[in-house]
């Protein structure tokens, strides 16, 4: 795919894919995209596998950034879990597009992420701790993810997601969704709690919890 731009109905571009390369990985071998858009955090990556344009609807994860899970294995939550479950099953997939977002703590960034375990330590649940500070649950918004499927030429995707408003968001912004797929890895003990929490206050299609 080349280098290209999406505009937005004023004429500035408001996506942009500003490079690409071959990405070699255990789960086999993907293309990666980098794309900027007009807000400071509009940034993001995808690992895209196979023609997007074929007959099935490309399986897609849109993952958030958690450098607590992804990259240090904290068992805290399943963000690395869902990662390489949803890594493993695109690979399987005649196609498929994995986006990694920044988007940490469900949107309130790093730091206030930290913030928030510290009031979980003393006892809140994750949802508890974002509202102790002054966020909503969940702060995420997917137009941008939108954006860079649309780009890709997925508008019709299989979703691996447990979230429906994840699905309602993207709908609302126009990809169609012909299928969710459950994404439940096996976890540890210690994560059930925040599992419980996700599927108790924040709606998550969950059954193993």
């Not at 979703?159 to 994404?183: D, W, Y």
Request: with cysteine; charged share 25%; aromatic share 4%.
């Amino acid at each position: 795919m080349p280098k290209s731009k999406a505009h937005s109905k004023n004429g500035w571009p408001a996506i942009e894919n500003v490079a690409q390369a071959q990405l070699p990985t255990r789960n086999g071998r993907f293309t990666i995209y980098g794309f900027k858009g007009l807000g400071p955090q509009d940034e993001a990556v995808a690992l895209v596998r196979g023609k997007l344009n074929g007959k099935t609807a490309p399986l897609v994860r849109v993952h958030s950034q958690c450098l607590t899970g992804d990259v240090l294995a904290s068992l805290r939550c399943d963000c690395r879990a869902q990662l390489e479950l949803s890594l493993k099953k695109i690979s399987k997939a005649p196609s498929g597009i994995l986006l990694y977002l920044p988007q940490e703590g469900r949107g309130i960034g790093l730091m206030n992420k930290l913030r928030a375990y510290q009031l979980q330590d003393g006892g809140m649940d994750t949802v508890e701790a974002n509202q102790e500070l002054g966020f909503a649950a969940d702060t995420r918004e997917y137009d941008f993810s939108a954006q860079i499927l649309k780009q890709l030429g997925a508008k019709k995707i299989r979703l691996l997601s447990n979230n429906p408003e994840k699905v309602r968001q993207l709908e609302n912004a126009g990809i169609e969704v012909v299928e969710r797929v459950p994404c439940q890895p096996r976890v540890h003990k210690i994560s059930h709690a925040y599992l419980r929490t996700k599927k108790k206050k924040m709606g998550h299609l969950l059954d193993r919890v």
